[in-house]
């Protein structure tokens, strides 16, 4: 009998999680690291936060201001484009609609810059509206440089090609221009629901 509803139980937590698993994914319980070039680490005392671009004003944190700012624990699911995906992944972050609180704009774009040249391009409307986080900690421990440490963009919505790693400023936009990935090919939105992986999908 306990045997019985142990694998009923069973059962029921797979189907479960795949609910939660896009299409054409599958699951991993580690953490792959995919970096288009070496890791970049820039000590803290030279490291900041830029929001740029068409602003009135661009604005500025240091790292120490960064840190100061409110700050909060994200619980969420990712999903790489190369078909892994994690559950319930960890992660501590300053909301990005903190930050844009601070600048005045009229842009419906952004594209997030990084450390290495690396670049990504989002709807702000997707890095709104709680939707985004500029994170700084994984699992209870400052963010390993491997995945993007000491910051990066968290989009856990869209594909994880998104959440740019060692991200050093937000630039904000009109239009809609492509990034790193973007430009070779992949998909600009990058719904992995809809499974938007490459131009046409
Ligand atoms: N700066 C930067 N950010 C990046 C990348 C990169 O090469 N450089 N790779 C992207 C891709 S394709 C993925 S899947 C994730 C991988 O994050 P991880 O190495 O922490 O798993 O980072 C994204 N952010
Ligand atoms: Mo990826």
């Known amino acids: 009998m306990s045997f019985v509803s142990r694998g009923f139980q069973g059962r029921r937590r797979e189907e479960g999680d795949s609910g939660r698993v896009p299409p054409g994914q599958y699951l991993v319980e580690d953490f792959p690291v995919l970096s288009a070039g070496p890791t970049p680490h820039t000590p803290l005392e030279e490291w900041s936060f830029t929001i740029t671009g068409e602003v009135s004003e661009p604005k500025t944190w240091t790292w120490e201001e960064f840190h100061g700012l409110p700050s909060e624990t994200i619980t969420k699911d990712i999903h790489c484009v190369t078909k892994w995906s994690k559950l319930d992944t960890v992660w501590e972050g300053v909301s990005v609609d ?55 963009l968290l989009v856990p919505h869209l594909y994880f090609w998104k959440s740019a790693k060692w991200v050093r400023g937000l630039a904000l936009a009109e239009q809609d221009e492509p990034g790193f990935w973007e430009a070779l090919g992949y998909h600009m939105y990058g719904d992995p629901w809809r499974e938007q992986r490459y131009w046409g999908d």
């Open 98 to 152: 903190t930050l844009l609180e601070e600048v005045d704009h009229d842009a419906a774009y952004v594209v997030a810059f990084c450390d290495g040249g690396y670049t990504t391009n989002l709807p702000l409307e997707d890095v709104s509206d709680g939707k985004a986080w500029i994170a700084f900690g994984y699992d209870g421990e400052p963010l390993d440089p491997e995945h993007g440490g000491p910051a990066r």
